[in-house]
């Protein structure tokens, strides 16, 4: 069974630049969450979603973040225009029930 | 959400067993027991869950306190592979499907 694919890996972009991530999740899988992770800490929701609905985004700074899940399959996370602050590194999991989420390799980025 | 304590670090050499504690004093009844693990440049991956009872799984083993306040995980034989953050986190029954991570308890191996 293939895992949660995530790119691009790593990504060094300049402050105010866009970015985005991408993320497939396990065949299945309906539910499809977005982490952020800062250096040292754990990560941190910032959205969920059912399908193709966004059921939790309450952690989502939606000023420069936005994400879609088009066909409720791949997904997307944008940020517009990034900030020093932004760099982290960005999880990607997916669950077809509650007890076990399944992680992707992550994207780390970098804002200079 | 209910909150979870752990150690900051823990130290154990090769194939001995390891104990990773967690306190959960403010548990709820109706909270799932979920431990998940970091390796070094990888996302999260998890171990096992547990409500009341004792569980066992290929990975470890999840033992829970009578009172629920607490529980540890048990890897029985560590090797260098088990060299990672591991995260107890508390999950409520029925409700969402949010894990909240703390800080973990990063984990060395000695050979």
């Known amino acids: 069974e293939a895992g949660v694919v995530q790119s691009p890996r790593y990504k060094i972009i300049e402050k105010k630049q866009p970015v985005a991530f991408w993320c497939n999740p396990i065949s299945g899988h309906n539910t499809l969450y977005w982490y952020l992770q800062n250096l040292g800490q754990g990560p941190e929701l910032l959205i969920r979603y059912e399908n193709e609905e966004a059921v939790d985004d309450s952690q989502l700074p939606k000023d420069r973040f936005s994400a879609e899940r088009l066909k409720g399959v791949d997904s997307t996370l944008k940020i517009q225009p990034a900030e020093l602050g932004d760099s982290a590194v960005y999880l990607c999991a997916s669950s077809k029930d509650r007890n076990e989420q399944y992680f992707g390799p992550g994207t780390r980025l970098t804002v200079t | 959400d209910a909150k979870t304590t752990q150690p900051n670090s823990m130290e154990s050499n090769e194939e001995e067993p390891v104990h990773l504690p967690c306190n959960h004093s403010?548990?709820?009844?109706?909270?799932?027991i979920h431990w998940y693990r970091q390796l070094p440049s990888q996302g999260p991956e998890y171990v096992i869950h547990?409500?009341?009872s004792n569980v066992n799984n290929r990975m470890a083993s999840l033992a829970i306190a009578e009172d629920r306040k607490s529980s540890t995980l048990i890897l029985h034989r560590a090797t260098l592979r088990d060299a990672a953050v591991y995260y107890c986190i508390l999950r409520a029954q029925g409700g969402s499907e949010k894990l909240v991570f703390g800080k973990g308890t990063k984990l060395t191996v000695n050979p």
């Open positions: 403010t548990i709820s009844g109706t909270d799932y």
């Open positions: 547990g409500l009341t």
